[in-house]
Structures are given as structure tokens and as C-alpha cells.
């Protein structure tokens, strides 16, 4: 890809290919469904029980690494389809694994979650 320089108009076009990426995530990807619907869970329960700043930084920090992990699994998978269409074991392994990275984080996420609410929700 040629480098044209830097412009503010190239930049918020990169923002709108950006949010269109977010869209499809949340409107396509049946995955990213699930961690939204638990987002929303977490959002609601951490206003209620009242986060300090600091839980509040390592939930929003945590949903947002489970998002990202899942927008660059989903992005892997189509990419993956496009290139082997028919079944390749290289692209399963691959696919596999992107899936395992959104595991681990989803799973770091939850650890963490229940690190601070259990505690709260248990007074």
C-alpha cells in the first residue's frame, strides 16, 4: 500500500472503516452476541454494586481485550474461508487457535470479574 502522508480527512475515513468494523461484530458475529449480552450483564451489576475507579478500569479493560480478541478471531476465520474454501488442515489448526486466544481472554475476563464481584455481591 502506497503512503500518501498523513490528512485529516484519510484519518476519520479510517474511523468510519473502524466503526463499520464494530458494526459487523456486533450485528454478524453470533460469538460477539454472547459477550455483548454478558457486557451488558457486567456493565449493569458493576453499576449496582458500585465499582471503585479502579474495578471499573480492569472490567472495562477486560471486556475490551475479549472484543478485540474476538474481532481479530472472526476477522482470521473469513480470511481463512476466502483463501481454502475446502477443508485444509493448516486453516482448522489456525482457526483453532484464534479461537483458543478469545478463550484465554474470555476466560482471564470472567477470573477477573469474579475476583471483584463475588466479594461485592456476597455483602
Known amino acids: ?14 474511523f ?3 466503526s463499520n468494523g464494530i458494526r459487523l461484530l456486533v450485528t ?3 460469538n460477539a452476541w454472547i459477550h455483548c449480552f454478558i457486557t ?3 456493565l449493569l ?6 465499582l471503585s475507579a479502579t474495578e471499573w478500569i480492569a472490567i472495562v479493560f ?3 481485550m475479549v472484543l478485540a480478541a474476538e474481532a481479530v478471531n472472526s476477522s482470521i476465520e473469513a480470511l481463512a474461508d476466502l483463501v481454502s474454501p ?3 488442515e493448516a486453516i482448522k489448526r489456525t482457526k483453532d487457535l484464534a479461537a483458543g486466544a478469545v478463550l484465554i481472554l474470555a476466560i482471564s475476563a470472567a477470573t477477573i470479574g469474579l475476583i471483584i464481584f463475588i466479594p461485592k455481591l456476597a455483602n
Not at 4 to 12: C, P, V, Y
Not at 45 to 50: E, F, K, Q, Y
Request: net charge positive; aromatic share 8%.
Open 1 to 14: 500500500m502506497k503512503n500518501d502522508g498523513f490528512t485529516l480527512r484519510k484519518r476519520l475515513r479510517s
Open 16 to 18: 468510519k472503516f473502524a
Open 28 to 30: 454478524r458475529e453470533h
Open 40 to 42: 451488558a450483564c457486567v
Open 45 to 50: 451489576t458493576g453499576s449496582i454494586v458500585g
Open 62 to 64: 477486560a471486556i475490551g
Open 86 to 88: 475446502d477443508y485444509n
